[in-house]
């Protein structure tokens, strides 16, 4: 069965850094898509940032050009969130999602995700 694990959150002072791994196993995800999303308390769910199967197109949300960088390795199956010059607005659980379709920031595009890891930034 398909799965996607996410590591790496935890508490961290404001400008910070802090580096997301999330984990594929049960199929090869070389082919997809991959994105990173978060929800905040009482937010919705957004998009952070994505990359394509090749790692050459990525996006990322305004928020956080320029500070966060999405990466892969398809040797191991893994996808990578390095977040830099942290804020407290960064605080949410980040979720890694998988899509068939390729890189895309719409959430209902992708069709894997994983259970999330929490990220706490303190001022």
């Known amino acids: 069965q398909a799965q996607l694990v996410e590591s790496g959150g935890g508490l961290v002072q404001a400008g910070g850094s802090l580096r997301l791994s999330c984990a594929a196993s049960?199929?090869?995800?070389?082919?997809?898509?991959m994105g990173w999303f978060r929800q905040a308390p009482g937010k919705e769910r957004e998009f952070v940032a994505a990359?394509?199967?090749?790692?050459?197109?990525?996006y990322y949300a305004d928020s956080v050009k320029g500070r966060f960088t999405i990466s892969r390795d398809n040797a191991k199956n893994t996808v990578y969130l390095q977040m830099n010059s942290l804020t407290p607005e960064d605080s949410a659980v980040y979720y890694c999602a998988a899509a068939l379709k390729g890189a895309t920031t719409s959430s209902d595009e992708y069709d894997y995700w994983g259970q999330g890891t929490q990220v706490t930034v303190s001022s």
């Open positions: 049960g199929r090869t995800f070389s082919w997809y898509g």
């Open positions: 990359i394509s199967w090749s790692g050459v197109i990525k």
